[in-house]
């Protein structure tokens, strides 16, 4: 299934580095990631798509939200996506 994270967090130094660590420490491949600022300068809104089941993943949101820097968490699943126009 493909997931799409939403993730606010503090911009601070390293705060991005040890969100994809997380990712990578536990051998899963990030698809995308996107990077923007928000309204606020302090905060910024990564979006991070990833393939995989969603045990793997809840395990991996559960990590997140713990990191001192991320400030809030949003997840949606895409289990089917129609390429037809």
């Not at 580095?17 to 606020?40: C, K, M, Q, W, Y």
């Not at 793997?56 to 997140?64: A, E, M, V």
Request: charged residues 20%; positive net charge.
């Amino acid at each position: 299934m493909k997931h799409t994270l939403t993730i606010l967090l503090q911009n601070e130094v390293g705060a991005l580095v040890r969100v994809a660590g997380l990712f990578s420490a536990r051998g899963h491949n990030i698809e995308t990631l996107n990077v923007a600022p928000t309204r606020d300068p302090a905060v910024s809104r990564l979006v991070v798509t990833v393939y995989g089941d969603r045990a793997r993943l809840t395990q991996i949101l559960n990590q997140i939200r713990k990191l001192v820097d991320v400030l809030e968490v949003e997840h949606s699943t895409i289990d089917k996506v129609d390429t037809a126009a």
